[in-house]
């Protein structure tokens, strides 16, 4: 049963000068993760995920994906092929070299974790001499810098908590 009495709850609506932490943020202690369908970097572990080969090579820098002698290359990687549903599939290095097919802008109403980084650019990624189109967030340049057909690398980076993910870089002009 709840307490009541002299425990009650009071609310306390905190203004925007209460709200700022004074200490950087970096040597902050990690926020707790947020819910897992909100999790941008899904959990690597190949104890949780039948992909962590793919997460194990972010981690050494390379950006793969898996392969069907079949039907040819997945985005994103699979552990069945969806066409053959053969799970005999090869972990291929991609190229990372590509151009931007379509790109948007978040300008508010970023995901949890990202709030800070509005405003910034996301994208459709057509990868040289594939036929994969990939979403990634963009980044190198201002949103209002990027142009459809821009050339763009793939690169791979640590966030905060030791794992590893990918987006594009726009080439500088
Ligand atoms: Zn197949």
Redesign the pocket.
Known sequence: MAESGSTRPTRTVAGPSSTADPTPRAERPPAAPPPFLLDFYPLEDAKFTRLSPFFDALKEGRFTTTR????GLHWPPRAV?P????EELVWVDLPTRGTIYAFSAVLAGAPIGMESDVPFAVGLVDLEGTSLRIFSRIVGRAWTELRVGQPVTVETYRIPDGRAFFRVRADAS
């Open positions: 069907c002698e079949r039907d092929c066409t053959c549903h053969t």
